[in-house]
């Protein structure tokens, strides 16, 4: 079974600063993807970022990078430059991509509420 | 291109009754999978249709079904509605099944 767990419920960032957004994951597919996803109050959940357990290198989407540790098991949102905009639910996601019982199912996190400051 | 729609956006029933929810995916996306989400269990995992087939189906009472259509577009209906019911449903349509899933804005479904 595939488990997701963000230890952060709240953080508070200042306008123009960097955050970090925590998760770990666990699971016993040898192929997965990660993946990130931001609900603003409307309740829609918006793709961020996406990060293969392959992929040598960290995911990079403009102001959102993927710190990616596969030994620690950790995938970590990082947030540049933070807006006002940013202001949100922040939900990590996991799926098996190896064709096994979780394939094509998103596990999620219970999510980290960011709240960006002026 | 269109994002992922569904209808309607808020609805509320009474216990007892059923409830059909509908979602039109991305076009040329083939993939639908289907959330609840609530404040105490989080977003949980419905089910997933491919080619109108369904290929994965999450911890959910036999009340909860689905298909989808030659077009992709699919249904999801609750019967016999409980107060738990109560949730926001997001559907989610993917290129394939390996491809990142977006979202919809959801139907809100109060059970009274």
């Known amino acids: 079974a595939q488990k997701i767990t963000q230890t952060q419920p709240g953080m508070f960032v200042q306008e123009k600063e960097a955050v970090t957004l925590d998760c770990t994951y666990d699971?016993?597919?040898?192929?997965?993807?990660l993946f990130w996803y931001k609900q603003p109050s409307s309740g829609e959940m918006i793709f961020l970022i996406y990060?293969?357990?392959?992929?040598?290198q960290n995911a990079t989407e403009g102001r959102y990078s993927l710190n990616f540790q596969k030994a620690r098991k950790s995938a970590n949102l990082v947030i540049s430059a933070s807006q006002l905009g940013d202001s949100a639910m922040y939900f990590c996601?996991?799926?098996?991509?190896?064709?096994?019982?979780?394939?094509?199912?998103?596990?999620f996190g219970q999510g980290t509420i960011l709240t960006v400051h002026p | 291109k269109a994002g992922v729609t569904q209808t309607p956006r808020y609805l509320i029933k009474t216990r007892g009754q059923q409830v059909t929810l509908s979602c039109s995916p991305i076009?040329?996306?083939?993939?639908v999978s289907w959330y609840q989400q609530t404040p105490g269990q989080g977003l949980q995992f419905l089910f997933e249709?491919?080619?109108?087939?369904?290929?994965n189906k999450g911890n959910f009472p036999g009340r909860f079904s689905g298909r989808q259509f030659s077009n992709s577009r699919s249904e999801m209906n609750v019967s016999t509605l409980e107060l738990g019911d109560s949730a926001l449903y997001l559907c989610?349509?993917?290129?394939?099944?390996?491809?990142?899933?977006?979202f919809g804005p959801g139907t809100r479904l109060t059970v009274l």
């Open positions: 989610a349509s993917s290129f394939t099944r390996r491809h990142e899933q977006f």
């Open positions: 699971t016993s597919d040898p192929s997965y993807g």
């Open positions: 249709y491919f080619s109108e087939t369904q290929r």
């Open positions: 990060q293969g357990s392959y992929d040598q």
């Open positions: 076009s040329g996306h083939r993939s």
């Open positions: 996601a996991m799926r098996d991509q190896g064709g096994g019982t979780s394939y094509g199912k998103l596990t």
